[in-house]
């Protein structure tokens, strides 16, 4: 089965300033996608940035950039020059082929503080 | 467009009583799921749905039941609510189960059992 850490329960970073939320995850598949979801307090999901396992080239969206190291199963996300809107819950997810039906494998979660 | 909608939004209930969470959605997608969001755990998948008259089992299924009658409607049920099963409900879609295939989440229910 295929696990998803995130192992930093809290992070804060200064408006402006970049912060990097850290995750590792475990699969024994070759094709599968790894996301950064975004919840604020609304409490919606928002899909922020993508990650296809064959690509080599690291997903960039605006600010948002992410840090993928296959063979250390090790997916990052940078957000740079950070904007209080920023401000949320981020979640690391995992999809992959075979007969998982599509689901997700979600962290645990990383709640960011972003100070003025 | 509405995308995936949830209701109720908010419920309490007291331990014993059932209830049922309604998903819809207007995108035509085959694929339906039902996850629990519980602090420090993310979000874990309880039943999923592959189409119109079909149901599966997720990670966390005990105490709860589910039913697609309507390929666009979702719903779980709580036949008999427990403290444990306090959470935030959310619902999710997808036109396919290519992993690629971002899934469209509803808003959340936040559900609390006294």
């Known amino acids: 089965a295929q696990t998803v850490t995130q192992s930093q329960p809290e992070m804060s970073v200064q408006e402006a300033e970049t912060v990097t939320l850290s995750c590792t995850y475990d699969t024994s598949e070759s094709d599968y996608y790894l996301f950064w979801y975004k919840q604020p307090p609304s409490r919606q999901m928002i899909l922020v940035i993508r990650?296809?396992?064959?690509?080599?080239q690291n997903a960039t969206e605006n600010r948002f950039s992410v840090n993928f190291q296959k063979a250390a199963k090790s997916f990052s996300l940078k957000i740079s020059d950070s904007q209080l809107g920023d401000a949320a819950m981020y979640f690391c997810a995992y999809r992959g082929g075979g007969t998982s039906y599509g689901k997700l494998t979600f962290g645990q979660g990383t709640i960011l503080t972003v100070h003025p | 467009n509405a995308g995936v909608t949830q209701t109720p939004k908010f419920r309490v209930l007291k331990t014993g009583q059932s209830m049922t969470l309604l998903c819809a959605q207007d995108?035509?997608?085959?694929?339906m799921y039902w996850y629990r969001q519980d602090p420090g755990m993310g979000l874990r998948l309880i039943h999923y749905s592959v189409g119109e008259g079909t149901t599966a089992k997720g990670e966390v299924p005990d105490g709860y039941n589910v039913s697609r009658l309507k390929k666009q409607n979702f719903l779980l049920g709580l036949e008999s609510a427990a403290p444990s099963q306090t959470s935030v409900y959310f619902c999710a879609s997808s036109y396919s189960i290519f992993p690629g295939q971002p899934q469209h989440f509803g808003d959340g229910t936040r559900l609390s059992i006294l």
């Open positions: 995108m035509n997608h085959e694929y």
């Open positions: 990650q296809e396992a064959y690509k080599q």
